[in-house]
Structure formats: structure tokens, C-alpha cells
């Protein structure tokens, strides 16, 4: 599907995450779009409103840089703490984008690197339950394996989200905009 306009700089989407049998896992509201292009979208959550699929509500408590794709199946979240930048790296579905949110299926395995640079993969038990369960197709199984060795390989080598000066470029960059919007 061609999205009928993408976000601009400045504006705020609607993040919706959902598991492989369609079912809603989580929302954030209002994340602010830092820059787009045709594969990606970039963005800041702060103080971003996140309800859980049953219900439960909370906001997020320091500023995170979201990185969503069209061709990588994970999305990266860099958490900017006083002790460091730590990451939380979703395997996911390439992101879609319509006029309600920006979208992903969330394949349960994540990664987290620390502000030491340590990294662990989460969730396993939970992918392996959910794929006998909901039967991730094997091409799934695959593409999601295979995607978890890139991730690593952008970790190890400092790719795109993972440099100090990608985060120190966007953080600005919100940073800019925020004050320009309360000028208006």
C-alpha cells in the first residue's frame, strides 16, 4: 500500500504494535516525526503515552529515538539516560503507514544493549511459544533469525542508530523543533 502522505518533520504519529495473529499488543501516542524518507521514519518519543493491550497505561520516562524500516524487519528504540544511551531493538515486520498509525507485527524476540555496549537477546521462550502457537510460517522463522545476525552486525559496528553521533544529531534535531513549535 502507497502511503497517501507521509508525516512530516515535526509532525506526530500514532505508533501501533500488534502480534502475529492480529491482535493489538501496544500503542504510543504522539511521537514526534524527526525525518522520513521512502524506506524509513525516524521520530522521538518523550513523556509518550503507551497503552498496553489489556488496558494498562503508562508514559515513558526519558527522551528515545524510534527507527522503523521498510526492508529491515526490527525497529530500534535508543533510550538517551543519564548513564548512556540504552537500546531496545524489536524483531518486527517492516513497518506500513496509513492515515491511522504507523504499524508493525512484533515477532517477540528483542535485543537490548546496555550503555557498556553489552548486548542480550531477549524473549526467547515467549518467540518460541508464540511461534507453536500462532505458527509463524518458516519463512518468518527465518527472515526474523536472519534479521537478529544484521542487528548484531549494526551493534558490533556502530551502524546507524548505534553511533554516538546519529543520536547526538537527532536529539538536536528534536531538540530545534521543539522549540520552534513553542515559538508558534
Not at 20 to 30: F, P, Q
Not at 32 to 54: C, F, Q, Y
Not at 63 to 73: E, L, T
Amino acid at each position: 500500500m502507497k502511503d497517501s502522505r507521509l508525516p512530516r518533520e515535526g509532525d506526530f504519529v500514532t505508533i501501533k504494535s500488534y502480534k502475529h495473529d492480529g491482535s493489538l499488543h501496544r500503542t504510543w501516542r504522539d511521537t514526534m516525526v524527526l525525518k522520513t524518507s521512502e524506506n524509513a521514519i525516524i521520530g522521538l518519543n518523550d513523556h509518550t503515552l503507551v497503552t498496553e493491550d489489556d488496558g494498562r497505561r503508562w508514559v515513558t520516562r526519558e527522551p528515545a529515538i524510534v527507527y522503523f524500516h521498510r526492508k529491515y524487519w526490527f525497529n530500534i528504540v535508543a533510550m538517551i539516560r543519564d548513564n548512556g544511551v540504552s537500546y531496545y531493538c524489536n524483531l518486527a515486520s517492516p513497518f506500513v503507514l496509513d492515515k491511522e498509525a504507523l504499524k508493525y507485527i512484533d515477532y517477540d524476540l528483542d535485543v537490548k544493549v546496555f550503555p557498556n555496549g553489552e548486548k542480550r537477546l531477549l524473549d526467547t521462550d515467549e518467540y518460541e511459544l508464540h511461534k507453536a502457537h500462532w505458527r509463524y510460517p518458516a519463512d518468518i522463522d527465518y527472515i526474523v533469525r536472519e534479521h537478529v545476525k544484521i542487528l548484531v552486525d549494526w551493534i558490533d559496528n556502530q551502524k546507524g542508530p548505534f553511533s554516538d553521533a546519529y543520536i547526538d544529531l537527532w536529539y538536536r534535531r528534536y531538540l530545534e523543533i521543539k522549540r520552534r513549535n513553542s515559538q508558534q
